[in-house]
């Protein structure tokens, strides 16, 4: 996995770990986050029609903020394939 001079990644822990026994391991980002605290979220079953533009949208009511919830499931390698039927994390922010 590459990071990028100037990603906002840059300065951050790397690490693969799989979220199932013995499955397939995925690039995780660990930050440093001095002031975040406990950080609560909803829990979302993806369906066939969803993006995350548009849960942006339905949770922050600001479709820009996609990112906010990309950034949460970083065991989802392709944002533009999720399967129906994942639950994903999105953060009350």
């Known amino acids: ?8 990644y840059e300065y951050s822990l790397i690490d693969f770990f799989s979220v199932k026994p013995n499955g397939d391991e995925n690039p995780t980002v660990f930050y440093y986050m001095t002031d975040m605290g406990v950080v609560s979220y909803f829990q979302h079953t993806f369906s ?3 993006r995350l533009d548009l849960l942006a949208y339905k949770y922050y009511q600001t479709p820009s903020w996609w990112w906010v919830i990309a950034e949460y499931n970083p065991e989802i390698v392709d944002f533009t394939n999720i ?11």
């Not at 996995?1 to 906002?8: K, P």
């Not at 399967?83 to 922010?93: D, L, M, N, S, Y």
């Open 48 to 50: 066939q029609d969803d």
């Open 1 to 8: 996995m590459s990071i990028y001079s100037g990603s906002r």
């Open 83 to 93: 399967p129906a039927g994942t639950v994903i994390r999105i953060p009350r922010v």
